[in-house]
């Protein structure tokens, strides 16, 4: 069995795309997955699964379509992936209101994007991940999920420093909870 931290795109915001994650965990418990566990309203899974990562997503983007009829966009990545996102991190982590990470569904070979008035925002592009850090804060900033989905052209959903290091430590902790 593999752990994977699974991360939906577009969950529960602003009244679109809705799931109640109490349902969602029913679906993929009856898909065969293990240990499904789901951590705030915004799409966000641990699960184990015999399955390779694209497997584990093709399942769940097709139960969601087939139960919710919502297309909404599935990545995953193991604990050992986001330990490594999460150390990479290449700004102050000093006000966690401020950081980000934008999870891509590929590798990229872009470094730099082009996005107007970013002012003191600052992004690093590093495979598939782009790290954020946006002091004029996520509301104001131009470093949207959306704008780094068309300069890039990939799928792409952003989870802030807190739900980033809430996600593996629940990974984690049930990964040593089994051993």
Sequence with gaps: MKRYIVILRGV????????????LRDVLNKL????????????????DSKETKEVVCQKIKEAIAYKFGHE????????????KTLENYPFSQENEKIVAFVFLDKITKETVIEVKGVKEDKYKIVDDVVYLYCPSSFANTKLTNNTIEKKLNVIATTRNL??????????????????
């Design 12 to 23: 529960n915001v602003s009244g679109k795309n809705k799931l109640s994650m109490a349902e």
């Design 32 to 47: 065969g997955f293990q240990n499904v566990q789901t951590y705030i309203q915004s799409g966000n899974i641990i699960l």
């Design 72 to 83: 909404i966009a599935v990545l995953a990545r193991t604990p050992q992936e986001w330990q």
């Design 162 to 179: 807190k739900t980033t290091k809430k996600l593996l430590e629940l990974a984690c902790l049930n990964l040593s909870k089994e051993r």
